[in-house]
T-cell receptor, first 120, second 113 residues
Framework: NAGVMQNPRHLVRRRGQEARLRCSPM?????VYWYRQLPEEGLKFMVY????????ESGMPKERFSAEFPKEGPSILRIQQVVRGDSAAYFC??????????????????FGEGSRLTVL | KQEVTQIPAALSVPEGENLVLNCSFT??????LQWFRQDPGKGLTSLLL?????REQTSGRLNASLDKSSGRSTLYIAASQPGDSATYLC????????????FGPGTSLSVIP
C-alpha cells in the first residue's frame, strides 16, 4: 500500500506562471489536506477536501489559489500567476474519512514528502 | 479559533537524557492530537496519535500524554539519541472529523553525541 504521493517534488516557476501540484492519497483515503510551510516556519493550513467537495478552504488565499479533489485522480493545488512569496514547501496529507464507519475513524493524518516550489 | 503553541522552540541536549516537549492549545473541544517528526527537507512522520477520550499513548521510547481540560499535551522522549534530532510538531484536530487540523510551530531538537 503506497503512501501519500506528491509530485512534482521540486518545481521552479517564473513570476506570472502557473504552478500545479498533485497529491495522490493513500489507497482507501477519501480526505485530503493541503498545508504550506515557509522556511523555518510551521505548517499553515490551506484547504481540506473530500472527493468532489471542499470541506474547509479558510486557509486559502482568496485570489490565485484553488484546489480540487475529483472523483477520479489526484487532488490538485493550483497557483495562478505565481509571485516570489509563493515559494514554499506544500504538503499534502490524507486520512480515511468515515469510510470505515464513525467508530473506526481516528482522524490520523498521513503525509507526503512535499512539493517544493521556487518562484524566480 | 484554535491556536496551538509549542515550548520550547528549540532544545539541545546531550545524548542519553530524557526530555519533554510541550504542546498547548486554546480550545479543549478536540477530536484528537497527533505528534509528528520532521527531518530537514522531508515530509512529516506520524509518531503518536491520541484520541480525545485517551490520556496517553506509548511507542518505544516515546510517550505522549493529553490533558484536554488544561489544553496541554507532552511528548516524553526517553534516553535520547542523536537520531532523534529533528523538529517535532503537534497537531490538534477540531471538534469533529470535518474540522481542520491545526499545527503548532514545532520544537527543534538537537541531541548531541
Amino acid at each position: 500500500n503506497a503512501g501519500v504521493m506528491q509530485n512534482p517534488r521540486h518545481l521552479v516557476r517564473r513570476r506570472g506562471q502557473e504552478a500545479r501540484l498533485r497529491c495522490s492519497p493513500m489507497k482507501g483515503h477519501s480526505h485530503v489536506y493541503w498545508y504550506r510551510q515557509l522556511p523555518e516556519e510551521g505548517l499553515k493550513f490551506m484547504v481540506y477536501l473530500q472527493k468532489e467537495n471542499i470541506i474547509d478552504e479558510s486557509g486559502m488565499p482568496k485570489e490565485r489559489f484553488s484546489a480540487e479533489f475529483p472523483k477520479e485522480g489526484p487532488s490538485i493545488l493550483r497557483i495562478q500567476q505565481v509571485v516570489r512569496g509563493d515559494s514554499a514547501a506544500y504538503f499534502c496529507a490524507s486520512s480515511p474519512g468515515l469510510a470505515g464507519g464513525p467508530f473506526q475513524y481516528t482522524g490520523e493524518l498521513f503525509f507526503g514528502e512535499g512539493s517544493r516550489l521556487t518562484v524566480l | 479559533k484554535q491556536e496551538v503553541t509549542q515550548i520550547p522552540a528549540a532544545l539541545s541536549v546531550p545524548e542519553g537524557e530524557n526530555l519533554v516537549l510541550n504542546c498547548s492549545f486554546t480550545d479543549s473541544a478536540i477530536y484528537n492530537l497527533q505528534w509528528f517528526r520532521q527531518d530537514p527537507g522531508k515530509g512529516l512522520t506520524s509518531l503518536l496519535l491520541i484520541q480525545s477520550s485517551q490520556r496517553e499513548q506509548t511507542s518505544g521510547r516515546l510517550n505522549a500524554s493529553l490533558d484536554k481540560s488544561s489544553g496541554r499535551s507532552t511528548l516524553y522522549i526517553a534516553a535520547s539519541q542523536p537520531g532523534d534530532s529533528a523538529t517535532y510538531l503537534c497537531a490538534v484536530g477540531g471538534k469533529t472529523s470535518y474540522d481542520k487540523v491545526i499545527f503548532g510551530p514545532g520544537t527543534s531538537l538537537s541531541v548531541i553525541p
